[in-house]
């Protein structure tokens, strides 16, 4: 009599839910993790701007007239995941500014990141679902850490 090998059909049902298992398990991390590394692209050109505004004070005595192209201060252009702006500019006294980036896309939709002259850090919206945090510091997990 020939007898025959493989699998039964309980070993791959039990095979199937281990890995489906470890998959809702890892999913929710993996999501987690990127959405992370896309606040990266954020926080690098907000503290970009940071040097440049003030170079461009420096050059200028005033924060007026930063942010466009053609200055030493201008908007990055070209990211994928945040919006640049600068929605405060004056020359004072005090002198003053602030660079923003908006989330976009549908996992960053509704964050807002500020920097200013005085190097505060500022989360100042969130998505839906997201803690903010207690302090000035910029968001890097939706539980609300800095």
């Known amino acids: 009599m020939q007898r025959h090998t493989g699998f039964t059909l309980i070993e791959l049902m039990v095979t199937v839910a281990i890995i489906a ?8 991390s993996y999501t987690a993790y990127i959405t992370r590394s896309k606040l990266a692209e954020a926080t690098s050109n907000l503290l970009a701007m940071r040097t440049k505004m003030e170079q ?4 200028n005595r005033s924060y007026v007239g930063a942010c466009v192209a053609g200055t030493v201060a201008a908007l990055p252009t070209g990211l994928k995941y945040f919006t640049m702006t600068c ?3 004056t020359d004072g006294p005090p002198a003053a500014y602030t660079v923003r980036a908006d989330g976009q896309g549908s996992d960053l939709a509704g964050l807002t990141l500020t920097i200013d002259q005085t190097n505060t850090r500022r ?4 998505p839906a679902g997201w803690t903010m945090p207690a302090t000035n510091c910029w968001v890097s997990k939706k539980t609300g850490d800095c």
Do not use: E, G, K, N
């Not at 298992?21 to 929710?28: D, E, H, K, S």
């Not at 461009?56 to 050059?59: L, N, V």
């Not at 989360?123 to 969130?126: N, R």
């Open 123 to 126: 989360t100042v919206s969130v």
């Open 87 to 89: 929605p405060t500019l």
């Open 21 to 28: 298992i470890l998959a809702a398990v890892a999913l929710p």
């Open 56 to 59: 461009y004070y420096q050059d």
